[in-house]
């Protein structure tokens, strides 16, 4: 699976929009980038993934530039329970596959008040 | 409902000693697997299990091993504790490793284990 580099903290303002950047400029083109966090002294939660296209739930959207090199992350309007380490991984397996997701260093995410 | 759910949350034992981690998804995943998370916060995995059969084994110590009685439970077995062995450990499950993307893994709340 691809490497992925993102910066190693942030600080964002309660009720702005997070932009987390992830860099994969290595990405194959048949593997996905997923987004995860973990809040402190819980396990890790599925955010988001997608391929090629830009994708939005529930939590929040995925922007996947044209060269796939690079992603962002929008948390549109963040909130204190956001704080959290987030991480960008890029698998070619959706569920992990034989290798399971690989995790990197993440990203602190810091909501201030 | 809890959907991945793993037992103990806390464990304190003794260098030498042998204990048991029990995991269990209500989720209907035919994958589970079990992630370490170091001191450093590096979360690596362990093993996973397809089906009652295992996929995956990293270059963890043969003191560690994994019991799947059916396809709900993954239990970690750990013989002969060490000091480094103090970590959280985590469950996890999936829909399946298949390409096509589409689906998660769903973590449980991890278990703290710490050998004195």
């Known amino acids: 699976d691809a490497k992925t580099t993102q910066p190693t903290s942030m600080d964002c303002a309660e009720g702005r929009a997070a932009n987390l950047p992830c860099n994969h400029s290595t990405i194959s083109g048949n593997e996905y980038v997923y987004w995860y966090r973990q809040i402190h002294s819980q396990g890790p939660q599925y955010i988001i993934h997608?391929?090629?296209n830009n994708e939005t739930n529930e939590m929040a959207s995925l922007i996947i530039t044209e060269d796939r090199k690079s992603s962002t992350l929008i948390l549109p309007h963040a909130t204190l329970r956001d704080t959290a380490v987030y991480y960008c991984i890029v698998s070619r397996y959706s569920g992990g596959g034989a290798d399971g997701l690989t995790f990197g260093k993440g990203t602190h995410l810091i909501i201030q008040p | 409902d809890t959907a991945v759910s793993q037992t103990p949350k806390y464990l304190v034992t003794q260098m030498g000693n042998d204990k048991s981690i029990k995991c269990e998804q209500n989720l209907g995943h035919d994958t589970m697997y079990w992630y370490k998370q170091d001191s450093k916060k590096f979360l690596k995995i362990m093993f996973s299990?397809?089906?009652?059969?295992?996929?995956i084994n990293e270059t963890v110590p043969n003191r560690f091993s994994p019991k799947s009685p059916d396809k709900a439970h993954l239990n970690l077995h750990i013989n002969s504790l060490e000091l480094g062995d103090s970590a959280v450990y985590f469950c996890a499950s999936s829909q399946g490793a298949r390409q096509g993307g589409g689906n998660t893994i769903y973590f449980g709340e991890g278990s703290w284990l710490t050998v004195v």
């Open positions: 299990y397809n089906n009652k059969e295992l996929i």
């Open positions: 997608g391929l090629k």
